[in-house]
């Protein structure tokens, strides 16, 4: 059987006190997508709410020029128009190989305080599957703590969106917590790329994370190579 990777997208779509709409951001569900299914994995897609799972319309603008995001875009909808809820995931981890949490905004505000999540992802830790994430999707691990009441990132190298990365965005103050911060304060060793928007994958047991979109192709191979 070929493995299955659970991969889990936000069902937030507002960008703090804004006014403007957020979610998932295209490449960073793209780009492993396309890792994964050229590796024969199969794919399945959850949400909080279920149903369908915002995408964050600046990420579509942003990624125009990129191929792989627009074909997901215009032949994969149904991936992300028509998610499960993640309730019905818990106590399921044996079924699968692998929890993925793409970025977008929108987890800072959903996943990182859902306890369902939480739950889903401790338990792949705790059975030893890979737990992955990238740019704002590590935001999912900051509150996971495993059986023994460690914390899910405690000594481990990590990455994810940069502070420098969220002030050059000009959204700091739209967050409800620094995720590179919130990151560290959880037991994880921040490390980033040499500049920002860098590609940046970390590998560290079984938790792989990457930086920011240029390191979602990096996070979907690194996914497929622990699997092999």
């Not at 600046?58 to 990129?66: G, L, P, T, V, Y």
Request: charged share 25%; net charge negative.
């Amino acid at each position: 059987m070929a493995p299955k990777i659970l991969v889990i997208l936000t069902s937030h779509d507002k960008l703090g006190d804004t006014g403007k709409p957020t979610g998932w951001f295209l490449p960073e569900f793209a780009h492993p997508y396309e890792e994964f299914k050229s590796a024969g994995f199969d794919v399945v897609v959850a949400s909080p709410a279920g149903g369908k799972a915002p995408l964050d319309p600046a990420s579509i603008e942003m990624f125009k020029n990129d191929d792989i995001s627009v074909q997901f875009l215009n032949n994969d909808k149904s991936i992300w128009e028509n998610t499960q809820k993640l309730e019905s995931f818990v106590g399921k981890s044996d079924e699968f190989a692998a929890v993925f949490v793409p970025g977008g905004h929108g987890p800072m505000f959903d996943l990182a305080v859902d306890p369902i999540s939480q739950k889903i992802i401790a338990e792949f830790a705790s059975k030893g599957k890979v737990v992955s994430a990238v740019c704002h999707g590590p935001a999912a691990f900051v509150n996971v703590k495993l059986p023994n009441g460690e914390h899910l990132l405690q000594g481990k190298e990590v990455t994810g969106f940069s502070n420098a990365e969220e002030d050059q965005m000009k959204l700091s103050q739209a967050m409800p917590f620094m995720l590179e911060d919130r990151l560290g304060e959880a037991g994880g060793k921040f490390v980033k790329a040499a500049e920002p928007w860098g590609e940046k994958v970390v590998v560290d047991g079984k938790v792989i994370t990457g930086q920011n979109p240029a390191s979602s192709k990096g996070v979907g191979k690194a996914i497929v190579d622990a699997l092999k």
